[in-house]
Every structure is written in structure tokens, then in C-alpha cells.
């Protein structure tokens, strides 16, 4: 015999009822849970009626909870969180040993991919979820461990784990340009130059990086603009300009001959890339592993 059946109140109204009662409001909790005030007030009445006592006692469109309301709804948040601890436990063990990696996706595609065998080779029992975005990670609504972006993009409280170099210079087709001495800056005015744009910008773009050298971009320079960091670096590779080439991306490109560096003059960026961990998270071997292996391969072509 289904004793729960006959003795449990109607279910579909226990989470509008937690919530009323929680927030003492049958508004908020309707905001909470994104149905309409109407629809909690009349599970909370079919509740009262399905118990035969009053929850709440209504009172110039406020609510207020009677002293059976009060230890009915000690009671099922008890139950449902319980419920929701369980949920969360049930999910979570398929993947413990998954970690969530948070990437743009220029470091990516041309960065980690290439590299990624070689965790897998060292930790072959953890699970590595890749998952990219060209947005700070303050705007990444989804779940990650670590995060790897451009320094002084906005980070929020995620804790900031190590920094990392880079190094900053033109690169170009050697069917655009393929000199056999580095040309000077002079010389690259009249190419055509590619520029990423982003928001927030990013850390270094064409005018920044001229500025080093005490030149400027001329106001008539060619030029061709894309939003994505890849489809400018794959233009440079079909031969439509200079772009602004980062060594972790554009090092395997040049050491296939796709690319070259037509100048000689670079920019050498101390802190370029930073690491996060996600705020809140707690300590998990699989993640200290990643964060590990990370590091390290920052640090050993840095």
C-alpha cells in the first residue's frame, strides 16, 4: 500500500510554498520562480486546503506566516534541500574527475590544442572539458574550474593563480612579404594592416604596439578589420596584410612557414596571460593537476 501517497500533501506546491515562506512575500517567491503571484497563491490555498489550516494569514497585500506555516516550512526546506543535496551528489560523481578549462579561443585553437595530448599522456584518469569564450570571464555565465585569458581583462573575485609572458610582433604570408633583410617600421606603411577588434579591447593592438617604437599608424594606412582574433591570423595566412602577431599563437604558424616575421622589432609583455581559479571552488587534486600542467607549459616556452 502507497502510504506516502495518501499522506503527502500535493507536491507541485511545495516548492511556491517554500519559497512564500522564506521570503514572506508571494510575490517574490513568484519572481523567484518565475511564474505568476496568482499561480502561488492558489497552490499555497490548495495546499491549505489539502492540510485543513491556515499557512499564512493575509493582510493588506502583505503575508505573514501562522505558527503552523512557520513549522510546515522549517520542515520542507529541510526535505528539499536534502533533495537538492542528494541531486547535486548524484551528478557530480560521473565527474569528479572532469576539470572544466575556460579558454579564449585564440589560445585555444592555437595554443592548447597542440598541447593538450601531453596532459592527457601524464593524467590519463582526469577529463579535460574545453570550453571558449571572447568574452571576460566576469561576462561567461556557464561552470569552469580555471580560466586562462589576456591580463587586465575583468576578472571579478575569481582568484588569480600565475601570470604569464608573451611577446608581441607583425607577421604577414611570405607570399605578402618575404624580404631578405627585416624591413624597417618605415617600410611597413604601405602594407595593408589587420587589425582584431574586441570589447573590452585587446591588450595590444597596432597602435599601442607602434607606440613603443615612438611611431604612430599613418592616417591613410590600408587596413582591414576582423572580430575574431583566428579569422585575422587566418587572414594573414591567405596573404591580406600585416597582422599583430602573438608568439603562443602564431609560433607554430611560423615555424610551419605559413607565417613570417617581415620586421625584426618585438615587444616583450612581462604578465600578458593570467590563470584563475573560480571563486568559491573548493580544493580538488584534479584541478591542482591541471593548474600544474598549465603552469608549466607557460612557464617552459615563456
Known amino acids: 500500500m502507497n502510504l506516502l501517497g495518501k499522506t503527502l500533501p500535493p507536491l507541485a506546491s511545495l516548492l511556491p510554498f517554500e519559497a512564500a515562506a522564506r521570503l514572506e512575500s508571494f510575490s517574490k517567491a513568484a519572481e523567484e520562480l518565475h511564474i505568476t503571484q496568482a499561480a502561488v497563491s492558489r497552490q499555497i490555498r490548495g495546499l491549505e486546503d489539502n492540510l485543513g489550516v491556515k499557512l499564512f494569514i493575509r493582510r493588506n497585500r502583505a503575508v505573514f506566516l501562522t505558527q503552523e506555516g512557520r513549522e510546515l516550512g522549517r520542515v520542507v526546506s529541510l526535505a528539499l534541500q536534502s533533495i537538492s543535496d542528494g541531486a547535486a551528489n548524484l551528478r557530480a560523481s560521473p565527474q569528479r574527475n572532469r576539470v572544466v578549462l575556460l579558454c579564449q579561443l585564440c589560445e585555444a585553437f592555437y595554443w592548447l590544442m597542440p598541447r593538450l595530448s601531453t596532459f592527457h599522456q601524464q593524467y590519463p584518469q582526469i577529463e579535460i572539458q574545453v570550453v571558449t569564450c571572447t568574452r571576460p570571464i566576469t561576462q561567461f555565465d556557464g561552470h569552469f574550474d580555471v580560466a586562462l585569458q589576456s591580463t587586465r581583462r575583468a576578472s571579478g573575485a575569481h582568484r588569480l593563480m600565475f601570470t604569464a609572458s608573451d611577446e608581441v610582433f607583425p607577421v604577414c604570408s611570405p607570399a605578402y612579404l618575404c624580404p631578405q633583410q627585416p ?34 599608424l599613418a ?11 583566428p579569422l585575422m591570423l587566418q587572414a594573414a595566412v591567405e596573404g591580406h596584410g600585416v597582422a599583430m602577431g602573438w608568439r603562443r599563437t602564431a609560433s607554430r604558424l611560423i615555424e610551419s612557414g605559413a607565417l613570417v616575421r617581415p620586421c625584426a622589432e618585438s615587444v616583450f609583455l612581462p604578465e600578458a596571460i593570467s590563470v584563475y581559479r573560480q571563486q568559491g571552488a573548493g580544493s580538488r587534486d584534479e584541478v591542482e593537476a591541471l593548474l600544474a600542467w598549465l603552469q608549466a607549459q607557460l612557464h617552459s616556452d615563456g
Open 183 to 216: 624591413l624597417s617600421l618605415a617600410e611597413l606603411q604601405p602594407c595593408t594592416f589587420l587589425h582584431h577588434s574586441s570589447e573590452p579591447p585587446h591588450l595590444m593592438e597596432w597602435n599601442e604596439w607602434l607606440q613603443v617604437f615612438g611611431r604612430v
Open 219 to 229: 592616417r591613410d594606412a590600408r587596413s582591414a578589420t576582423f572580430d575574431s582574433y
